[in-house]
């Protein structure tokens, strides 16, 4: 049987950068809150949107856009006379709304995983059959001729064993660990598609169960950024770097480092999709000197030049220091001490 070990983790160089753009997110937080909070709805919407779209499910955007509205608004229980995808997509939706508000309602478990599965296909919490995959072959067309071929190297009848074992040794990993699980989880995201536990819907309970995780670890990113939208942007690297890290799966022989790389790559990507929109305000692009000002708006406490290169890396020093000296002369600010240990504050 496949071992899964989520506990002894490879370096990937790329960690480094997701860490100084982990830096650089405190201080988005402290600074542009309202931005953070517009980006919510959004980017809820897009995750919900794409994790459908790159299944190949093409939806009506402004009908789903809308349906989204009346779940957030809480005025709707029920999305009414839709095809099957809709409904799906409403399931997906709401069960992402519930993980923004209350991620302690869901464990890194396969209750979990099956909660996510029932709200998908809006299955009944007392439906008494197993949902786990009863399907080993699937026909496809090859050279014009249909061919059955192999779902999984995993038989339907040892799924739940399979995904059991990976999810508690995920589990246990994120109890020894809980922050900055991010190569375990590109791990356990390929380990869970080629385990495919269901018929239907592996990628998206795949894609909303990493997305808990990754909340879980910390990584909170993409509660403003659509991690599903650039998945989707780049599906034939999502696809093939998936595919990769499947030979040999069985056998313990497999790499994993091509989807992880894949996957630290979009969170980075997710990182400065956001930082690029702390440029902007109300639809114009910001001077650098008036995003000095905006930091200043947003933060109360007192900050030193290093705080302000650090919060705002591809503003120069020369820049900051003139936005000072100039926000300073117009009262805008105020300076506190000097030499060294110089500290400014808004007025």
Known sequence: MKTFDYKKTSYNALLDEVRKCQGKMEFVRMSFPELLESLKDSAAFEEAYFSTKI????????????????????????????????????????????????????????????????????????????????VDYQDMIQDGKVVSVRVSPVESYETPLYIGSATTALCEAFDEAPTFNIINIAK??????????????????????????LLKSDID???????????????????????????????????YEPFIEFFLKCIIKAYNILFEQTKFKGGKKLKGAERVFEYFKNNKCEVCKKDLQTALPDISLSTIENALHKLKSDGKIIQVGGGRSTRYKIS
């Not at 599903?228 to 069985?250: Q, R």
Request: charged fraction near 25%; proline fraction near 1%.
């Open 221 to 255: 990113i993409v509660k403003y950024v659509s991690m599903s939208k650039i998945f989707e942007a780049n599906a034939s690297d999502y696809y093939e770097t998936m595919s990769l890290c499947c030979g040999g799966w069985d056998e313990d022989k497999n790499t």
């Open 55 to 134: 299944e190949g499910i093409i939806l009506d955007y402004k009908g789903c856009k809308k349906l989204m509205d009346k779940l957030e608004q809480a005025s709707s229980s029920h999305a009414g006379d839709v095809s099957d995808f809709v409904e799906q997509f409403r399931g997906y939706a709401k069960v992402l709304l519930t993980i923004n508000k209350r991620i302690d309602f869901f464990k890194v478990d396969t209750t979990s995983i099956l909660a996510m599965f029932y709200a998908l296909f809006n299955i009944p919490a007392d439906y008494k059959e197993s949902v786990y995959r009863k």
């Open 188 to 213: 356990y995201m390929v380990d869970f598609m080629c385990i495919r536990p269901f018929d239907a819907g592996c990628g998206r309970v795949m894609r909303l169960f990493a997305y808990l995780l």
